[in-house]
């Protein structure tokens, strides 16, 4: 079995869903089309350094927003999979399309969706307020709930254990 320091240091890949993960799971709708998500600014700086360190980065989320599609545009995330309600198929689709091992992903979830996710990457990332089949599912549970700073948290995690957060991470560099 390996420890969570040998399955953090063979990971390229971050893939993730959005409501619960990069949101706190809660969504305002207004009047007509209008949708409101708030995310986290940490989690966006975490992602600024993750793609720095040359590591790629995915959504896949069973919800259809304009808005997350404008919030990858602005973290970088390269690849968006919307409106999959099968995410295991979605994430079989990615990783043959980026020619990426599931042993060099990562992947943080929240809810029973995440859960056939969780279980086949190199590492599932379950957020702290996440349900208990995920956190079960999961090779580590982060401190952070969704939306809170919870992929900041992933992705320094990963980093560290690959030895590159100081390179990347610290002031100036």
Do not use: N
Not at 68 to 84: F, M, S
């Amino acid at each position: 079995m390996l420890t969570l320091r040998q399955r953090c240091e063979r990971i390229e890949l971050l893939v993730l869903d959005v409501d619960g993960v990069l949101t706190a799971g809660g969504i305002v709708l207004g009047s007509g089309d209008e949708e409101l998500k708030t995310f986290h600014v940490r989690d966006g700086q975490g992602l600024a350094v993750w793609h720095r360190a040359g590591k790629r980065t995915a959504i896949i989320t069973g919800r259809t927003s304009r808005l997350v599609e404008r919030r990858a545009a602005e973290v970088g995330i390269g690849h968006v999979q919307q409106g999959r309600q099968d995410k295991l198929a979605g994430l079989e689709e990615l990783l043959a399309a980026l020619g990426v091992a599931a042993e060099a992903t990562a992947y943080v979830g929240d809810d029973l969706p995440d859960c056939p996710c969780l279980r086949r990457v190199g590492l599932g990332v379950a957020v702290a307020d996440a349900c208990p089949e995920a956190r079960s599912a999961a090779h580590y549970v982060t401190a952070a709930g969704g939306g809170t700073g919870a992929v900041r948290e992933a992705i320094e995690r990963i980093l560290r254990c690959q030895g590159r957060w100081p390179a990347f991470g610290e002031p100036g560099a």
